[in-house]
């Protein structure tokens, strides 16, 4: 029926699947077999997220500070006013979370990949050097952990360009990846525009790696979809988890269901979200200690790796020879 018939509902994008940068239908019924090492049935990947020392704080110069997630769902702030409790928390993952993380992961041979603020990586050397000397892939996570939703354009690109900065000074290499983590609609032409990165993760729309066209000249550039599911903010939200078995049974879940989708022909990837100031607490470091060590006893069926080790094989097995 023509558009002429709904004149006050009617829009040019009614029945499209891709519209806008949107892709509704994806590998749809069969995804490709990504035919990880070993022929394993899953890719799993912990993503440590560095943000302490970032976060927005009257300190740092900014007009609002952090607010706590229990007293607002979602992401929020206050004005013209410090949030002590809030710099404490963030404190807390900086001074002893990071630690108890660094400790359990490299104790257990685990690779990482750390989604890292430059600010916040200015901000503790020493931290920046057990990340060295564990050989973990430290992935850009922006200049701050701020919302970029409606920051300029000229200083998201600055800031990009900071951080990118920050990393050569530090690790003596660019980041593979970048996370901005609250992106706007022209945050990834500027991650494309800069030139240096092999994927971001500014999505959450699929359980495998995918390109897209939409960008630099109809190049191809790779998205590795994050997850805010198999994450441990959800012990920060309201009505979320409250301890560490929880977390543990929920990705136990996750892993099974994705093994038993890849031993019949569909294998995935999995993501880990974690933060310092949140898994780094002991009760909630043991149901991810639990984990660990339950995903390792799968053997060779899962492949446990660095979003760059997913980045470096999807280039090499599935980089489009066109669009």
């Not at 990947?45 to 997630?69: P, W």
Request: hydrophobic fraction near 30%; aromatic fraction near 12%.
């Amino acid at each position: 029926m023509s558009s002429s018939a709904y004149p006050l509902s009617s829009h040019e994008n009614d029945g499209k699947s891709k519209y806008g940068g949107r892709d509704l239908i994806g590998y749809g019924k069969t995804p490709p077999d990504p035919k990880w090492p070993n022929n394993a049935k899953v890719a799993l990947n912990f993503v440590l997220n560095y943000e302490e020392g970032g976060e927005n704080c009257l300190l740092h110069g900014d007009g609002e500070s952090e607010k706590l997630l229990s007293e607002i769902v979602g992401a929020g702030a206050i004005k013209d006013q410090r949030h002590a409790n809030m710099e404490s928390l963030y404190d807390y993952g900086a001074r002893a979370g990071f630690w108890r993380l660094h400790r359990l992961l490299t104790s257990q041979k685990v690779p990482c990949t750390v989604f890292a603020v430059g600010m916040a990586l200015e901000r503790n050397p020493e931290a920046c050097q057990a990340m060295k000397e564990a050989e973990w892939e430290v992935a850009s996570h922006g200049y701050r952990w701020w919302d970029y939703q409606e920051t300029p354009e000229d200083v998201e690109r600055e800031h990009i360009k900071r951080t990118v900065a920050i990393h050569e000074k530090i690790f003596g290499k660019k980041p593979a990846g970048m996370y901005q983590g609250k992106p706007n609609v022209n945050t990834r032409k500027l991650v494309v525009e800069e030139g240096t990165f092999l994927y971001d993760s500014d999505a959450y729309d699929d359980d495998l790696p995918y390109w897209t066209f939409d960008y630099g000249d109809g190049k191809p550039h790779l998205i590795i979809p994050y997850t805010l599911s198999e994450n441990d903010m959800r012990f920060a939200i309201p009505n979320g988890w409250t301890h560490g078995q929880e977390f543990f049974q929920f990705l136990k879940d996750s892993l099974d269901y994705l093994i038993e989708e890849g031993k019949d022909g569909a294998p995935k990837m999995m993501t880990v979200g974690l933060h310092c100031r949140l898994v780094g607490r002991p009760g909630r470091a043991a149901g991810l200690k639990q984990f660990i060590e339950y995903a390792k006893s799968k053997g060779d069926d899962v492949f446990i790796c660095t979003r760059e080790q997913i980045a470096n094989h999807w280039y090499e097995n599935y980089y489009p020879s066109e669009k």
